[in-house]
């Protein structure tokens, strides 16, 4: 299967087992599955994967086999499924996730063995590490990589959510494939950032060194050194662009650097670097600018010297933080 394209179909089964899909997807889903073998097996190897990732022991598993073995009469022979209303009312709040996770995981478990896949999850604070194959990624707060070697297909696999810096490390015979839940990238060897955090609208890859394909809904792109590909969750769309923003390798760095820059765009690099919701209270801050270079200094040192740089008030609670007032 093209993993893109048929990304839908892939969300639309692990929605199925765990019992979210309405009457129509059901329809929709039982049709994809009687019209082709292929769909049939790869409907199969889903349901091994949801089983091997242990999703059902957290959700119940009556439920899970019952809707199989529905599912299983469907396709020999016919009759018609619908799920219950209560029960998808049960799981309607972990659906999503879950479905993020079957397909993470099928990705995987199709190819490999449980015990051969690294797993790395943050939470507060940005991750450094060496992937087995030498690559070097730096994961920042609340993001996650799943990462395998599929020697059989001859590839490095790795599945992202939320946002990481890779320098990846060149092996010819062995392209690195970074899937997100709205692209797939491919490299062989290369510096680049990906941004696919779930409250932004849009996807970016970043290159800093080498040559990237971005694949995202049907449209694809090649990018090279100091271009940035985005698609939108929006429109759908895939576009390429020269890239504007100094501080996207700055997990890497720990460097920030202003000059002359937008408070919106400030706002910006501070929300992804720091984990923290920037917020400008009035319309007119967002084109103030700023002049400063922050060095390894933390989310509160960086608002302190913003506060009294441009003469606003910053209010902060947790990780939530409102700027208010008229720049100078």
Same mark, same amino acid.
């Given at each position: 299967?093209?993993?893109?394209?048929?990304?839908?179909?892939?969300?639309?089964? @692990?929605?199925?087992?765990?019992?979210?899909?309405?009457?129509?997807?059901?329809?929709?889903?039982?049709?994809?599955?009687?019209?082709?073998?292929?769909?049939?097996?790869?409907?199969?190897?889903?349901?091994?994967?949801?089983?091997?990732?242990?999703?059902?022991?957290?959700?119940?598993?009556?439920?899970?086999?019952?809707?199989?073995?529905?599912?299983?009469?469907?396709?020999?022979?016919?009759?018609?499924? *619908?799920?219950?209303?209560?029960?998808?009312?049960?799981?309607?709040?972990? @659906?999503?996730?879950?479905?993020?996770?079957? *397909?993470?995981?099928?990705?995987?478990?199709?190819?490999?063995?449980?015990?051969?896949?690294?797993?790395?999850?943050?939470?507060?604070?940005?991750?450094?590490? &060496?992937?087995?194959?030498?690559?070097?990624? #730096?994961?920042?707060? +609340?993001?996650?990589?799943?990462?395998?070697?599929?020697?059989?297909?001859?590839?490095?696999?790795?599945?992202? +959510?939320?946002?990481?810096?890779?320098?990846?490390?060149?092996?010819?015979?062995?392209?690195?494939?970074?899937?997100?839940?709205?692209?797939?990238?491919?490299?062989?060897?290369?510096?680049?950032?990906?941004?696919?955090?779930?409250?932004?609208?849009?996807?970016?890859?970043?290159?800093? +060194?080498?040559? *990237?394909?971005?694949?995202?809904?049907?449209?694809?792109? #090649?990018?090279?050194?100091?271009?940035?590909?985005?698609?939108?969750?929006?429109?759908?769309?895939?576009?390429?662009?020269?890239?504007?923003?100094?501080?996207?390798?700055?997990?890497?760095?720990?460097?920030?650097?202003?000059?002359?820059?937008?408070?919106?765009?400030?706002?910006?690099?501070?929300?992804?670097?720091?984990?923290?919701?920037?917020?400008?209270?009035?319309?007119?801050?967002?084109?103030?600018?700023?002049?400063?270079?922050?060095? &390894?200094?933390?989310? +509160?040192?960086?608002?302190?010297?913003?506060?009294?740089?441009?003469?606003?008030?910053?209010?902060?609670?947790?990780?939530?933080? *409102?700027?208010?007032?008229?720049?100078?």
């Amino acid at each position: 299967m093209d993993y893109l394209q048929d990304q839908h179909i892939d969300e639309l089964i @692990a929605k199925y087992l765990s019992n979210n899909t309405t009457p129509s997807e059901v329809e929709t889903l039982e049709n994809w599955v009687l019209a082709d073998e292929q769909n049939k097996q790869h409907f199969l190897k889903m349901k091994k994967a949801w089983m091997l990732s242990g999703i059902e022991q957290n959700t119940g598993t009556a439920n899970t086999d019952k809707a199989w073995q529905e599912l299983n009469q469907k396709i020999v022979p016919p009759m018609k499924i *619908v799920p219950s209303k209560s029960t998808k009312r049960r799981w309607l709040a972990i @659906a999503a996730s879950m479905a993020l996770l079957l *397909v993470a995981s099928f990705w995987f478990y199709q190819f490999l063995q449980p015990n051969d896949l690294l797993q790395v999850a943050t939470t507060t604070a940005t991750k450094r590490l &060496q992937l087995e194959d030498g690559t070097d990624v #730096v994961l920042n707060q +609340e993001s996650s990589l799943q990462f395998a070697i599929n020697e059989k297909a001859g590839k490095r696999m790795a599945y992202l +959510e939320g946002d990481a810096y890779f320098e990846v490390h060149r092996d010819t015979k062995h392209p690195f494939i970074v899937k997100t839940k709205h692209a797939v990238i491919e490299v062989l060897g290369t510096s680049f950032y990906i941004d696919t955090r779930e409250a932004q609208q849009e996807v970016q890859i970043i290159v800093e +060194e080498g040559k *990237v394909a971005v694949k995202a809904n049907n449209g694809s792109v #090649v990018l090279e050194q100091g271009e940035k590909a985005i698609f939108s969750k929006i429109t759908n769309q895939l576009v390429k662009i020269k890239n504007q923003d100094p501080n996207y390798n700055a997990l890497k760095t720990n460097i920030l650097q202003f000059d002359n820059t937008p408070l919106a765009e400030v706002a910006f690099a501070l929300n992804r670097q720091y984990n923290t919701q920037i917020n400008l209270k009035n319309e007119s801050l967002k084109n103030c600018q700023l002049n400063a270079t922050f060095k &390894q200094k933390s989310l +509160e040192s960086v608002l302190k010297i913003i506060e009294s740089t441009l003469e606003v008030d910053i209010t902060r609670i947790g990780n939530k933080v *409102v700027i208010s007032g008229s720049c100078n």
